[in-house]
């Protein structure tokens, strides 16, 4: 009987260890089918994986596109990047049905999916997914609002929804989520005003909401005691400065409507290392005590209406790397610990009533009567509403009254004039701050979550702020305009290359004035060149003015710094014949794509826009990464004594100048399909000839076989692109180029249209034209 019942027991111990080992299996069985379904969702390339249908997926070697990681035989980190290839995602790709699947992931705790090209709604079950701790969605075409469904998840870390499209307001669920350290939803277009659970957020240690349209008064902000780095920038935010923590690292509120004065607090801010408050409308007096803040190494203040008067003993922190105390009513003298000396320091204080003269300053008068003008009105409001009812009295108010507004009327005349001397100063990216995450298995790519929207800036990451250059720093980087250096030349100037004292290459485009102007008449023009700074553009710098040496109120020459981008033009890797390297047809669809994209932000990233550009394929320049930037911009100053050129540029446009205002974006598309043209053709496009000829044939291979419009584009991507992204880019070319404005599409189409030919793109095309019978035709 005993040994019966001993057998029993083995029995039943040996079929709970089969039992155990059946579900372990089933479990992991059923995570790698949701991930090969998302690999299938996301047309992940076979070749960019470490493993295959028999591979256990948990030991895969993780790479730069796909990071799998896992603990106890579950999937717990999913990181996927498009930065090293580029996404085809098929037609009928769904955002719920890719969530759908990730939710077979129970233990999933970090989510990276950035650069994919993934379009929708944030589905609404993403709430499944309760077990992340980290999120991050960001360089996506999300769009639409946050669905509330993001409540649920109450172990999240970090929330990074940077560079989509979403909209609406932030739900204010999202101050439920009370472990959250870092929040970042920048460049959206988010609007409304910014909900008030912010508040509960006692964990949040970075809160980064700038490039969006988000309105009205801060959140008290005072209680978030762990709070370090915040980043409002490019919003409408306002008029009330905000109440903040004593131990924020990184404040920057620049671009926004705050006006009400800088608050006393400020100067208690000991762990401060970067202030930027510039471009608001801020008034009264600016408290040199800021400057003594122990640990501050960046300060910009410039183009607001701050007063006060600046001492010449006045204490600096340690070593301040940048100080811009630009355009404002400051008077006194600049302090001792402000004058540079090192090449590494950058203090700029123009447009001030400042005694010294290094840089330009309005005469004293000027600054204590703008001073004067931003008191007075407040006061002279509070004497009516306080008035005894006397007749006299009355009489006499209302004179002095007229009085003061004819003088401010004349004094914001000056004042509007001086204002255009702000200067849109984009700021270095803000280090994000260490924190030490549970569980231990996730702290890497928790870490490398947290950096990530820091770190893909595509070719802006460190860019120095714009500010003004004085003639012996680009003469020092030039050699002395030595010919050595010099890359280009015009009619109206030259462009040299440089080297500015901290390493950064430039280059130098030094354009002489035909006619004689003071400073102030250039000052809107820069502030426009600026505002040029965007990963797909040529970014500006700074520049100098150079004055005559009989007049020194008139400019001679100005010197316009831009980054150096060091790999030649567009056309170099498409159609020159002497070329060592072609680009793929996935690169050329890249190509194209960032082209459409720097178009865009120029027609309505700057206000007002900048249209006409007359682009050409030579204006399209390669940096260190291969990656496209735009060089030429329709701006006076920039086309200023430079002939209009015979070539490609623009010519289709036809119609009045009624019809050329109103569709004028139309322009730089018409532009746009000739470089098109030349990188599906691989030829040189140079006369307007060269455009109906290959115009022509495009429309009639749209009409023939496969094998014929293979047969007319570069022979170098005949065998590696689908027919479908072909005919796709095709079809989009001949429409640009229509004679008739309106029936070229707009720049949002040609975005989209490029994507979807991106898209459609499928690798499995190449082999299965290659291996066709007449491999002669290919």
Known sequence: MANAVQSSWWLLVFMMFLQFNYSDEFLESSQYEA????????????????????????????NTALTLMCYEDNITQLHISGYNWFPNLPQGFSTDTLFSNLALLPNLKVLSLVSLGLRGTL?????????????????????????????????????????????????????????????????????????????????????????????????????????????????????????????????????????????????????????????????????????????????????????????????????????????????GELPECLHSNSGSKIVLFSGNCLSNREQWQHPYSFCHNEALAV???????????????????????????????????????????????????????????????????????????????????????????????????????????????????????????????DGTAVAIRSIKMRKRHNVQSYIH?????????????????????????????????????????????????????NSAQKFTWTQRMGAAIRIAKGIQFLHTGIVPGIFSNGLKITDVLLDQNLHVKISKYNLPLLVENKKMDTGPSSSGSKGNDGQRLKYKEKDDVYDFGVILLEIISGRTINTKNDIDVSKDILIVSLTADEIARRNIIDPAVRKECSDSSLRTLMELCTRCLSDESLERPSVEDLIWNLQFAAQVQDPWNRDSYGNQESPGHV
Request: proline share 5%.
């Open 525 to 577: 023009q820069l502030g426009r060149i600026s505002k040029i700074r965007y990963c797909h553009l040529v970014s500006t710098i700074g520049h100098c003015f150079e004055c005559y040496q009989e007049d020194s109120s008139s400019v001679s020459r100005i010197c316009l710094v831009f980054e150096f981008v060091p790999n030649g033009t567009l056309r170099g890797v498409i159609s020159e014949a």
């Open 123 to 331: 589905p609404k079950n993403i709430g499944f997914l309760s077990s992340l701790e980290i999120v991050d969605l960001s360089s996506n075409f999300f769009y639409g609002e946050i669905p509330g469904e993001i409540s649920y998840l109450k172990g999240l870390q970090t929330l990074i929804l940077d560079d989509n499209k979403f909209t609406g307001q932030v739900p204010e669920g999202v101050g439920s989520l009370l472990s959250l350290s870092v929040l970042s939803f920048k460049n959206n277009s988010f609007s409304g005003s910014l909900p008030n659970s912010l508040s509960n957020l006692q964990t949040l240690r970075i809160l980064s909401l700038s490039g969006n349209n988000f309105s009205g008064v801060v959140p008290n902000l005072q209680n978030l005691s762990n709070l370090q780095v915040l980043d409002l920038e490019s919003n409408n935010l306002g008029p009330n400065f905000p109440n903040i923590p004593t131990k924020l690292v990184s404040w920057v509120l620049r671009k926004n409507k705050f006006s009400l004065g800088v608050p006393k607090e400020l100067s208690s801010c000991y762990q401060l290392k970067k202030l930027d408050i510039s471009s608001n409308e801020l008034v009264g007096p600016f408290s040199p005590t800021i400057l003594s803040l122990p640990s501050l190494y960046y300060l910009d203040i410039s183009g607001n209406k701050l007063t006060g008067k600046l001492l010449k003993n006045v204490t600096c922190s340690q070593d301040p790397s940048f100080v811009n105390l630009s355009s404002n009513y400051l008077t």
């Open 375 to 501: 008191s007075i009105e407040p006061h002279n409001k509070e004497k009516v509403k306080g008035g005894n009812g006397k007749a006299v009295l009355a009489s006499s108010m209302v004179g002095g009254f007229v009085g003061v507004v004819a003088i401010i009327g004349l004094a914001f005349v000056v004042v509007r004039k001086e204002c255009a001397r702000k200067k849109a100063n984009r700021t270095p990216q803000t280090a994000l701050i260490l924190e030490k995450v549970s569980p231990a298995h996730t702290l890497k790519l928790l870490n490398d979550a947290r950096y990530i929207s820091e770190t893909r800036k595509l070719g802006l990451l460190g860019a120095p702020p714009y500010r003004t250059f004085v003639l012996d720093e680009l003469r020092e980087a030039t050699s002395n305009f030595d010919i050595s250096n010099l890359i280009g030349a015009s009619s109206s100037g030259q462009i040299y290359k440089g080297r500015l004292t």
């Open 35 to 62: 991930i090969v379904k998302i690999k299938q969702l996301l047309n992940f390339p076979e070749d960019l994986s470490s493993w295959s249908d028999n591979t256990e997926f948990c030991n895969s070697e993780p």
